[in-house]
C-alpha cells in the first residue's frame, strides 16, 4: 500500500485531498495541528505544527516514526495572514508555515521521500520576495504577503528538482483553483462578506483534482495551474539565496 502524507488534512482543500486519496488506496496520514481535529474516515492522524523550526523538527521525528517509504508527501497546509505576526523564531508567520516549514520537511524526511507535491498559489505572480526584509515581516501587507511566500516557495520547486535528481525523488507544485475554503478570513463584517463572495467559488473538491491527479504523476520541477503547466519564473539569483537562507534558518539541508 502507497503512503501519502498531506499537512493541513483537517479542513478545506487538505481534508478534501486526504479523502481522495484514501479512496484511491492509499494510506493516508494526515498532519494536523489538533490531534482531535476530523479527517476523513479511513485516514491516520500525526499531529504537529509548522509554525517554527523547532515544531517542524518534532513533526519530521514524528512522521519519520510513523512512516516508511513516503511515497508522496502534500505540502498543503498554509497561511494567509491578515496581520503581523511572529513565531518563537521571530519568522513571521506565513513565511514561516507557506516557505520554511515545507523546505525542512523536504530536507529531513528526504531519505524516505519519492515525491512532494507542494500546493501553490496562482497568487505568486503578484509576489515580490526581498530576503533582507520578506522573513521578518519588514514589508508585512495583508494582501501581498501571502504571495511574497507563495513566490518564495515556489521559487525553490526547480532547485528541490534538481537537488533530488540521483535520489529519484520528484516534486511539482500546483495551483489549486480559487476555492471555498476558510483561507485568509479575516473575522468581524469583512469576514462575513468574503464567505458571501466565496459562495460563488468553486468547492474543496475541485481544488484536490489536480493536486490528486500530481500526486501519482511522474515528472518534476513543473508549475501547473490547475492542469495547465506553466513556466516558473526564472529568478537564478533569488531562488539561489532563498535557498541558502531556508537553510540557515532551518538548520536544515
Ligand atoms: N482556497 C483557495 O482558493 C486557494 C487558492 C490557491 C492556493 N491555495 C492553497 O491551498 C492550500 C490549502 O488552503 P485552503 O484554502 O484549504 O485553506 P484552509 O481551509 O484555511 O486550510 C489551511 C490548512 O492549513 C493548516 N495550517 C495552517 N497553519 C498551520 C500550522 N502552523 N501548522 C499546521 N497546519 C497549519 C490549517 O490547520 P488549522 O485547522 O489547525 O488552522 C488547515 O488545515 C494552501 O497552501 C493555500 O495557500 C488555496
Known amino acids: 500500500m502507497h503512503t501519502a502524507v498531506v499537512t493541513g488534512g483537517n479542513r478545506g482543500i487538505g481534508y478534501a485531498v486526504c479523502g481522495a486519496l484514501a479512496h484511491k488506496g492509499f494510506r493516508v496520514v494526515a498532519v494536523t495541528r489538533n490531534p482531535a481535529a476530523p479527517v476523513p474516515p479511513n485516514v491516520e492522524v500525526v499531529s504537529g505544527d509548522l509554525a517554527s523550526r523547532r515544531t517542524v523538527a518534532a513533526l519530521a521525528e514524528a512522521l519519520s516514526n510513523t512512516c516508511g517509504t513516503i511515497d508522496v508527501l502534500v505540502h498543503n497546509a498554509g497561511v494567509w495572514p491578515t496581520r503581523l505576526r511572529h513565531n518563537e523564531d521571530g519568522i513571521e508567520e506565513s513565511f514561516a508555515v507557506n516557505h520554511l516549514a515545507p523546505f525542512q520537511l523536504n530536507m529531513a524526511l528526504a531519505p524516505k521521500l519519492r515525491r512532494v507535491v507542494q500546493v501553490s498559489a496562482g497568487l505568486y505572480v503578484k509576489g515580490r520576495v526581498d530576503p533582507d526584509r520578506t522573513p521578518w515581516g519588514k514589508d508585512f501587507h495583508r494582501m501581498r504577503t501571502y504571495c511574497d511566500t507563495k513566490r518564495a516557495n515556489l521559487l525553490l520547486t526547480p532547485l528541490f528538482a534538481e537537488h533530488w535528481q540521483d535520489a529519484g525523488v520528484t516534486i511539482d507544485a500546483v495551483h489549486p483553483g480559487v476555492i471555498r ?57 533569488l531562488a539561489r539565496r532563498l535557498w541558502e537562507q531556508a537553510r540557515k534558518l532551518t538548520g536544515a539541508g
Do not use: Y
Not at 475541485?206 to 493536486?211: I, L, S
Not at 492542469?227 to 539569483?237: C, H, L, Q, R, T
Open 181 to 237: 475554503t476558510n483561507l485568509g478570513d479575516p473575522g468581524g463584517v469583512l469576514g462575513a462578506v468574503l464567505r458571501l463572495v466565496k459562495r460563488r467559488w468553486a468547492p474543496p473538491e475541485a481544488g484536490a483534482a489536480p493536486v490528486v491527479r500530481l500526486s501519482s504523476a511522474t515528472g518534476t520541477g513543473r508549475f501547473f495551474n490547475v492542469e495547465k503547466e506553466e513556466p516558473i519564473p526564472s529568478e537564478p539569483e
